[in-house]
């Protein structure tokens, strides 16, 4: 037999006699793992359905001419793009090898479905263009009924009409934004869908489209042009190329289907998939510490199977391998069985997305080598990674080890541990510190705040003996959980203290003369001296569990930091969310004067906005003094894309608080803007000086500086009167409106004033102060209970963790929990104990959880501060934040249930048997 | 109520029977014993490996149930309790010293002493437990660590806690099966003072006719059945006695007990004291 051979053997027996032990450590890896591939798999899946959708949809377009200019402002993948002139179709039309050509306006508009509520606009953009007879250029095809003939006709996709309650021969209200009264008289579909993913589609005559879409007639976004027989898409473009215009470009249908594909991945499925995949690398962190503590616990109860191999002649090499092999058994099964769950996870998904109404795109699952490949990869580091240093302290056991009773942990409170921990503490702090409020660096805070994990980490096992000793002792002091059935005096119940003797390895049942160990019994001394028992605190079971926590610091700590990095994250996303939310009302509360706004949905782009003509209404009304609408722009200034605000400068100072104004916002005028201070600065801008920006229509004006205001939290850095705007602007619409009562008007009535005016505008929304604070505030809930439950796999992950060492807790002290049996301990005074310990050691975790997640989002608002102009609130949210530690330590409880039951279901006379 | 053959008994088994397995692999542990362990009274457990002392112990001290027949502790019928009475009438009434010390290593030495209190939620005669310690000579020791103790020092530790709550009976299972000769005497030297100082109640098992010689009388028990009883035994009398049972069970297979530790005939080489010349 080969000593490899052996090692295998051995390996394997092992685990086989210990199956159960690694059960937390298989079912670890495998969420994580399927985690990972669910992930990659549904990316995948999801990037192929909207390719082949796109390219089926404009299979018949050959090319598509454009405008070439185009300008992205931060914060936005997708650029704007100027208009083309519509009469190019005709001249296209000419050209050798053309067969057809088209031109597409299109702009937004936002249906109002049959309940009255506007449908979609919750993201994915409301479409609306003409509706191109060529069916060929046509990416939408007539499903049902006909195409739009007259005025007012319109064709929608079918998906949106089902959003809508709408069918054909229904008459609503399309927000172009101005409401325009249509009649639906077909359906269509889009590459065989019902839609492009959620985006909604109305088509309507060439002539409506040009009247509501676009400033004035003869524009349109794009020209659609499909090639003769024999003419191939690039020698198309090379054709068309020559006879176009400056600033209009020509690409092949081919290349525009994948810009289109790259803009969706660009603006959610990278978004989404990135998201995800943080997470599963959140799981798979927090995995490694349970894994790791799962292996290091094996080890130290081996110590004496180990030692004897040593003893017989074992390799320190072979001892090591054993433990490895063992590992990469549970590794590669546990990976390969994420990989099927993965799998399983991305089919259950699409089948269920479209049961809550998020069509996912038709198509077979698309699993490449990379989704397969890199998580089993993934999973197999990770499980052989947190094995290696218990395996190769394994391969360090000394041969003697076989003679003495029990392992004895060595770890903890080691000084060189301290030292260590404390100066990363240290430089975390100093690095985190400089980056936040020295010169903002968000590299430098990241930087800080991974080190701060690292020193927590490292600090753990000296914290925990620290912190449990602080956590034990108020427990101490109530009574009546441990089940006791004799009278309790002053005496604090017996299960605590019971308790605590169930955390350590090592110190196992001593049964040798033992002055080896005697300075293992470093937190001996607590128990006051004096008087024996005159005074002399008793001890309950819940001492007994501080205790059991105690015992082994090192393990203790290994099985909270699970737990404390997945409640450090979610502490971190919920103390950042409530930042933003205090940002959010601060804003609200500083900068906007006035008494109601309506708005259009702030969460997402979607939508089409308000109509300009609102405002101007409202303003007429009797109880409204006044009320102004901010639209918004695009223009590129120092080469750099930047939003616009186009307003009514004057009434925006009454709905808005802009701070100090210099200058005059009165007399602004076509050639004049406002600057916040702080971009006038930025640019090097004074009063009067003057400044170039450049439109999408190709055009550049020169604008001089009238005013500068100082916040710019609502107003943005630029303003522009709509006449300014007004040659260069697209598709109207103001994103809010701000309405300011006249005095005496009582808020009730004012509000209904406004919404009966807004009702004729497609019914969008009107909100006091508060209620616009909150709606900014609702994207920012929707990302947290999306987080919150992505968390959930890493705090579940982290729990099976704690379950796991405290099942391997009870085993190693079978004897121990025997005589506790046999000397009186009931079976609930037992179990009480198991499940204190497991409180105590989720009690740590989560208060460390805690303290470095607010550490960190602390940091993360600092950055956010410091590195955009924005003025930033740090909040801390109580409540929420007493719920996180509320729901840890309730889940610790629940992580200690089955260990519990099983310690209390102990024989106990084998139990005291036991060797 | 007490109509039991044995009057004053602080415990007795009647009619006991203790079957492990069935079928084949049937093993009757106990076979119709009836003894009582008179109150005030040290009392040692003897017989070869396998012959049933320890389930006698252990079903008399209510760790174990009986097939049939029935065990009382002072006037209570053990087989009339639920598992949590039973518990409560082990902490109560109840003590033991186990033969490896069983004392929790994160306890401290008062507090592996007082747990059988604790754990009632009571506080005990203080000085009583005073006394105690004293006897046991453990006064310095109190706030360390078993692991810090000798395992003469612990096996004190647990007598001491095995009558910190003045129990009817004290079960001491090989108390001094881990000891060496000089620390196994003091043990044994402590629960004979015990008995006879204290007016307490002793029960111990042994293989060991040195420690037997401490006690006021000797039950022999052979193939699961009480075969003999020796008031004021002498070593040389029951390592006599002894010979005798093991040389009339030779052509009797061997029983394993099972589940029931350190029961090998053969003398422990490393913890029993010369078997000769202990006075009782």
Not at chain 1, 558 to 565: F, N
Not at chain 1, 748 to 772: D, H, L
Not at chain 2, 95 to 105: D, H, M
Request: aromatic fraction near 4%; proline fraction near 5%.
């Amino acid at each position: 037999m080969t000593s490899a051979s052996a090692t295998a053997r051995i390996s394997l027996s092992s685990l086989r006699a210990h199956r159960r032990r690694f059960a937390g450590t298989f079912a670890a890896v495998l969420l994580g793992v399927a985690f990972l591939t669910g992930t990659l798999v549904m990316g995948d899946t999801l990037r192929a359905s909207f390719d082949s959708l796109f390219a089926g949809a404009t299979s018949g377009t050959d090319a598509v001419v454009r405008s070439a200019d185009t300008i992205t402002t931060p914060g936005e993948s997708q650029g704007a793009r100027g208009p083309v002139d519509a009469g190019l179709a005709a001249r296209v039309a000419q050209v050798p090898g053309v067969a057809a050509a088209a031109a597409n306006v299109q702009g937004l508009g936002q249906l109002v479905g049959a309940d009255g509520e506007p449908i979609g606009g919750q993201g994915p953009p409301t479409l609306a263009g003409n509706w191109i007879k060529d069916t060929r250029l046509n990416p939408y095809r007539l499903a049902e009924g006909r195409t739009p003939e007259r005025s007012g006709e319109v064709v929608v996709n079918r998906g949106a009409a089902e959003t809508g309650g709408l069918k054909i021969g229904d008459s609503t209200v399309l927000r172009t934004p101005d409401p325009v009264r249509v009649t639906i008289v077909g359906l269509a579909t889009f590459g065989g869908a019902d839609g492009m993913s959620q985006t909604t589609f109305t088509g309507m005559t060439r002539a409506d489209a040009e009247k509501y879409l676009t400033p004035e007639p003869g524009r349109a976004a794009s020209v659609l042009v499909r090639a003769g027989p024999g003419t191939g898409q690039q020698e198309l473009v090379d054709a068309l190329t020559p006879v176009l215009p400056k600033g209009v470009e020509a690409i092949t249908g081919e290349a525009s289907a994948a810009e289109s594909t790259d803009m969706i991945s660009g603006q959610f499925l990278d978004l989404f998939t990135t998201f995800l995949l943080v997470f599963s690398g959140i799981a798979l962190l927090v995995a490694t510490f349970s894994i790791h503590n799962t292996f290091a616990i094996v080890v130290a109860q081996r110590t004496r199977e180990n030692a004897l191999l040593r003893a017989l002649g074992a390799a320190r090499g072979q001892v090591v391998g054993v433990a490895l092999a063992e590992a990469a058994v549970v590794a590669v099964a546990a990976s390969a069985a994420g990989l099927l769950g993965g799998v399983g996870v991305a089919a259950g998904l699409q089948a269920l997305f479209p049961a809550i109404g998020f069509p996912f795109p038709e198509g077979e699952l698309v699993i490449s080598g990379l989704s397969l490949g890199l998580p089993l990869l993934v999973g197999i580091v990770v499980c052989l990674g947190s094995a290696l240093l218990p395996a190769v302290r394994a391969g360090r056991t000394a041969p003697l080890a076989a003679l003495r009773e029990t392992a004895v942990d060595q770890s903890g409170t080691a000084r060189s541990r301290t030292v260590t921990g404390l100066a990363l503490a240290a430089i975390a702090l100093a690095t985190t510190l400089y980056g936040v409020l020295g010169t903002p660096s968000i590299w430098l805070a990241g930087t800080g705040a991974v080190l701060a994990l690292a020193a927590f980490v490292v600090l753990g096992p000296v914290a925990s003996t620290a912190v449990l000793r602080v956590l034990a002792r108020p427990l101490g002091r109530l009574r009546g959980v441990t089940g006791g059935p004799g009278r309790v005096r002053k005496v604090p119940p017996a299960p605590r203290r019971l308790a605590r003797t169930l955390a350590a390895p090592g110190e196992g049942p001593s049964t040798s003369s033992t002055r080896a160990c005697a300075r293992h019994a470093e937190s001996t001394h607590q128990t006051p001296q004096g008087p024996p028992f005159g005074r002399t605190a008793r001890l309950s079971g819940r001492d007994l569990a501080g205790r059991n926590a105690l015992r082994s610091p090192r393990r203790t700590a290994a099985t909270a930091s699970a737990l404390m990095i997945g409640v450090a994250v979610v502490a971190l996303f919920t103390v950042f969310g409530a930042s933003l939310k205090a940002t959010m009302d601060q804003t609200v509360d500083r900068s906007f004067a006035g008494d109601v706004a309506v708005s259009a949905p702030s969460f997402g782009a979607g939508g089409s906005g308000l109509s300009p003509a609102l405002a101007d209404r409202v303003a007429g009304l009797p109880e409204v003094d006044s009320a102004v609408g901010l639209g918004r722009g695009v223009a590129e200034v120092d080469g750099a894309g930047r939003q616009l605000t186009v307003t009514d400068p004057v009434a925006l100072a009454k709905g808005l608080d802009l701070g100090e104004v210099r200058g005059s916002l009165d007399a602004l005028g076509a050639d004049g803007l406002a600057l916040s201070a702080a971009e006038a600065e930025a640019r090097g801008l004074a009063l009067g000086e003057r400044t170039e920006l450049a439109f999408t229509d190709g055009t550049q004006e020169t604008f001089t500086v009238r005013a500068v205001y100082a916040r710019p939290e609502l107003a943005g850095d630029y303003v522009l009167t709509r006449e300014a705007w007004a040659p260069h602007r697209g598709q109207d619409s103001d994103t809010v409106v701000a309405v300011t009562f006249k005095d005496g008007v009582d808020a009730a009535s004012g509000k209904a004033a406004v919404e009966r005016t807004a009702a004729a505008y497609g019914n969008p929304e009107v909100q006091t102060r508060e209620e616009y604070a909150q709606s900014s505030a609702g994207g920012i809930d929707m990302m947290l209970t999306l987080v919150y439950a992505l968390l959930a796999l890493a705090v579940l992950i982290a729990l099976l963790g704690i379950a796991n060492t405290l099942t391997l807790a009870v085993h190693e002290r079978t004897r121990e929990l025997g005589l506790l049996r046999a000397v009186g301990q009931t079976r609930a005074q037992l179990r009480a104990m198991v499940r204190w310990e497991s409180v105590l050691v989720a009690a740590f975790g989560t208060a460390g959880g805690l303290a470095l997640g607010g550490f960190l989002g602390w940091v993360l608002v600092q950055a956010a501060q410091g590195t955009g102009d924005t003025d930033f609130a740090f909040d801390v949210p109580p409540v929420q934040l007493a719920v996180v530690a509320l729901v840890g330590l309730a889940a610790g409880g629940l992580a200690g249930w089955r260990p519990a039951r099983r310690a209390a279901r102990l024989d106990v006379l084998r139990a005291i048997a036991t060797e | 109520m007490n109509t039991a053959p044995v009057a004053h008994a602080a415990a007795r088994v009647v009619d006991a029977v203790k079957v492990y397995g069935s079928g084949d692999t049937e093993v009757r542990a106990l076979d119709g014993v009836t003894v009582g362990f008179p109150a005030g009274r040290f009392t040692a457990i003897m017989g070869p490996s396998g012959s049933g002392k320890s389930t006698l112990m252990h079903c008399a001290a209510g760790l174990d149930t009986l097939t049939s027949g029935s065990a009382a502790i002072g006037g209570t019928e053990l087989s009339t309790l639920d598992d949590r009475r039973l518990t409560v009438l082990r902490r109560d009434r109840v003590g033991f010293v186990f033969q490896s010390f069983n004392l929790l290593p994160t306890l401290t030495v008062a507090e592996n002493i007082t747990l059988p209190l604790d754990l009632a939620g009571v506080r005990g005669d203080t000085e009583w437990i005073d006394a105690l310690v004293d006897v046991v000579g453990l006064r310095d020791r109190l706030h360390h660590r078993p692991a810090e103790l000798s395992g003469g020092q612990q096996q004190r530790v647990a007598v001491a806690r095995a009558f910190a709550g003045r129990p009817d009976v004290v079960f001491a299972d090989e108390p001094t099966g881990n000891l060496d000769s000089r620390s196994g005497a003091e043990v044994l030297g402590l629960l004979g003072r015990a008995v006879r100082q204290m007016d307490r109640t002793v029960v111990m098992v042994t293989h060991d006719p040195g420690a037997a010689a401490h006690a006021d009388e000797v039950v022999f028990l052979a193939d699961g059945r009480l075969v003999d009883r020796m008031q004021g035994p002498t070593a040389e009398r029951v390592l006599d006695r002894m010979k005798a049972l093991d040389g009339a069970r030779s052509d009797v297979p061997d029983h394993p007990t099972q589940g029931v530790p350190n029961t090998q005939g053969v003398p422990n080489t490393q913890a029993v004291p010369n078997t000769q010349g202990v006075p009782s």
